[in-house]
């Protein structure tokens, strides 16, 4: 597996474990309503009904259109803000910090979400390499982030970098994870920008 981020990449200026900063609940949103209609837009038109679906450091709301899923599984750091969260039909509580193994079976969702998150992730590379053994051939991971962050818990590499070269940064997580780039969208805005990058699972990966 590729190692994506160095010890310096990784660095966060607030060192203290994520458990503590996200101990009390936040019943926020992370962006504007613009970005928010546009993530569940592109999320219409990823996912179908009947996927199971992976909301990866999730929240109280997960943005997903109106479909009929056969699942949507929560991961997140804070449990009242999971329990909250009524497109759930189950969550799990999970610094993927300290932990990166997610604890659901090979091939168990069509689609893994990621929104507004992915820039506290110190270990990307071994933690889309679990979002891809997760999800079936295939299947569908969004990645997507606007130019908010809370600035003590962001690693290093994406405070430090411009817009486009955090997309680059996504990019280079994907492939670590043994994911392939399939899109990437970047809608410039007087509000918060709009960035996705989604990737594919080959379609003979996992399975027998």
Excluded: I
């Excluded at 999730?58 to 449990?79: I, K």
């Amino acid at each position: 597996m590729t190692t994506v981020l160095t010890d310096r990449d990784r660095l966060k200026r607030d060192d203290w474990p994520d458990g503590t900063f996200y101990r009390e609940p936040r019943f926020v949103t992370h962006a504007d309503d613009a970005f928010l209609a546009r993530l569940t837009e592109l999320y219409d038109e990823l996912l179908e009904p009947g996927d199971r679906v992976l909301d990866a450091m999730s929240s109280w709301v997960s943005h997903l259109p109106a479909t009929d899923f056969d699942r949507v599984v929560g991961h997140g750091l804070n449990e009242a803000e999971l329990a909250a969260n009524d497109r759930l039909d189950e969550f799990v509580v999970q610094d993927l910090n300290s932990e990166q193994a997610l604890p659901f079976a090979d091939d168990a969702f069509d689609a893994v979400c990621c929104a507004l998150s992915v820039q506290y992730l110190q270990y990307p590379g071994p933690v889309f390499a679990e979002f891809a053994r997760v999800l079936a051939p295939d299947g569908v991971l969004v990645v997507s982030f606007s130019n908010r962050m809370f600035p003590t818990k962001a690693v290093r590499a994406w405070r430090v970098a411009s817009m486009d070269e955090r997309a680059d940064l996504v990019e280079r997580y994907l492939k670590a994870g043994g994911l392939t780039v399939a899109d990437r969208l970047a809608e410039r805005s007087e509000t918060d920008p709009f960035y996705a990058v989604v990737g594919r699972t080959p379609p003979g990966h996992g399975g027998d």
